[in-house]
Structures are given as C-alpha cells and as structure tokens.
C-alpha cells in the first residue's frame, strides 16, 4: 500500500499530489442534516474505496463531488479548482459513472461512443478508438449495444467515463450485477488505470472486493466519516479472532479468561465467516493480540492443558466495517 494513514477529519498541509479534497463537508437537505461533515482526500495514481451502510450519506456525496448538488458549506476541491467557485474547470478532470451506465441500445458502442464525444471538446475518432482499445471493447465496438453481456455495456460506460481524458473517475457500485468473471476483469482494469497514473474513487458495498481493490477506504456512517486509511492498517488496528481448542476444554477456557489482555466472544457475537470455522465448532474464540499466542501455549503447557490446534484469523475489512457502524446493514 502506498498511502501513509490519516485519522478521520484529518490531512495534512503536504497535499500537493491530491486530485480530489473533500475539507469538512455538511449537507442538509430539508432542514435535515445528511452530510454531517466528510473530510477526506484521494491521491494520484490510487483507488480510494468508499464504504457505508444504507442511508449513510454514500450517494449524497458522490452527487456533491460531480456538481449535482452543492454541498450546504465546506470545501471540494478536484485538481485544484475549487468546484462550487469554478464547477466547469473542475469537472473537466472527472469522469464519472453514477449507478447503471445508460447506453443506446440500438446503436453500436462507437455510435454510442460518438454520440458523447459530442458533448466534450477535443474528443475525435482516435480518442474513441483508444478509449475502446483501454476497456477492451475494439473487437465489438462496431455492435450493437443490445447485444453486449452486462460486463459489456459497463466497459462501454467506462469509455464513456475516459472520453475526455479525465483525472480522477468516480465509479458507483461498479460491481452490481456482474458475474465473478466480470468482477476480477474489473478489479484488473481498474489497477490498470491507477497504475497509468488515474485516480478513481469507487463507492461499493462488496467489501471483499474493495479489500482486493483500494488502496485506501474510507468508512461512512450516519454521515460522518469513521475511518479513512489503507485496508491493511485499518484492519491491523483491529484484534484478530484467535480460536483454541483445548483436550480439557473448561480448564482452557478458565485459562484464557484469567488474561486481561484477551477476550472470549460468544459464538453468535464473532464475525468470523463460517467457512473458516469448519472442523473448530468445539473451539474457543478469543479476540485478541496474534503475538500473545506462543506465551499463552506455554502457560497451557505448564499447566498440564493439552492442546489440539490454534488458530489465528486475520479480521477482514467486513469485520471491522461491522464493529464501526455496529452491525448497521450495508448497501
């Protein structure tokens, strides 16, 4: 990972590479408080991966990065340009494919591709036909749009998104509906981009994907941001699962609860996926210090309690994403 960690609500003054700054952002929509205030940014060159659970204040804010809605007070700033002050100069760096991309289904992809470039200045046939090539459309280009699968027409939206050579490209569930097939092909073309130099910030709801994806995340709740950093250092401030299994059960579990820095979870209260606890239904799950591990099998040891297995089980983005919202449902 490439970007150092930042606490919520916090940058710092050495910004100068940041395509997009979002500096405490409210929102209110009827009196009422949506964005409560969203501080964060997203670098050159990195996928930053937006998380938060139904009614969060995902899809408000995304509307507020592309000029849709202006944010109540706070500062957007993409490449620079101050987007409430200069929203053209601003949004001539993003590209942007909010929800399903909307594609003529009548007409071929390159007429699909030629109806937009219209819009944009300095968009010609090379450029259609470059963008075509980057989301490997140029085989089908010349079909017609009705006849592409799914995975298809979101390349084609993506060419959409690249037609005007754009810095940063907001993605907005990009994943729904694809097959896993159409996932991986995503995940890879987006690393593609990053490594070309875009940025892209990706709202989704498919945790694992974004644990394979971003390069950073950050965590929305109730509108407030939580959390932004690289999945591995927010997963490392997290306890890891341990589970034990002992030949005298009881007398392990009287051993691990006498430790003050380890912590015995009940089966319904672990967010340990299923599959990895298949063949340790009898174990002990603890939360707890990985490290701790080889000093506590010595005490088991000298105490006379056998030991079967020891497991250690990283946490994963979902388990965290869960303990932060408090098991709020995503989406």
């Not at 390159?110 to 036909?129: C, K, P, T, Y």
């Not at 034990?244 to 392990?252: D, H, L, P, S, T």
Request: hydrophobic residues 40%; aromatic residues 4%; proline residues 3%.
């Amino acid at each position: 990972m490439r970007h150092a960690r930042r606490e919520s609500g916090q940058l710092d003054d050495q910004d100068s590479d940041s395509v997009l700054s979002v500096r405490n952002v409210k929102k209110q929509i009827g009196g009422k408080p949506i964005i409560k205030d969203i501080t964060f940014e997203v670098r050159a060159g990195e996928i930053f991966g937006f998380l938060g659970p139904n009614g969060a204040g995902k899809t408000t804010t995304i509307r507020m990065l592309v000029d849709l809605i202006k944010p109540t007070s706070g500062e957007i700033m993409i490449c620079g340009e101050d987007i409430s002050r200069h929203p053209e100069a601003a949004m001539r760096h993003v590209g942007c494919i909010v929800e399903n991309p909307e594609a003529y289904p009548y007409l071929t992809g390159w007429e699909n591709l030629e109806h937009f470039a219209r819009m944009q200045s300095g968009v010609d046939h090379a450029r259609i036909r470059e963008v075509a090539a980057i989301v490997g459309l140029d085989a089908r280009i010349h079909d017609k749009v009705k006849t592409y699968s799914l995975g298809m027409r979101q390349r084609l939206g993506i060419a959409q998104a690249l037609l005007g050579r754009p810095k940063l490209l907001i993605l907005d569930e990009p994943t729904n509906g694809l097959d896993p097939k159409g996932i991986k092909e995503l995940r890879e073309f987006v690393r593609m981009l990053a490594n070309q130099g875009m940025s892209l910030f990706i709202s989704s709801h498919l945790l694992s994907e974004i644990q394979l994806m971003c390069d950073r995340v950050a965590i929305i709740s109730q509108g407030k941001v939580l959390a932004v950093g690289t999945v591995d250092e927010l997963i490392h401030g997290s306890d890891n699962y341990v589970v034990w299994q002992f030949e005298q059960q009881e007398a392990g579990r009287r051993l691990l609860a006498g430790e003050s820095d380890v912590v015995l979870v009940l089966e319904q209260e672990h967010r340990i996926d299923e599959s990895l606890l298949a063949g340790m239904r009898e174990g002990l799950i603890t939360a707890m210090n990985p490290e701790r591990i080889s000093s506590l099998v010595e005490k088991a040891v000298l105490a006379g309690i056998g030991i079967v297995s020891v497991h250690s089980i990283a946490p994963t983005l979902e388990q965290l994403f869960l303990r932060m919202t408090e098991g709020e449902s995503i989406g």
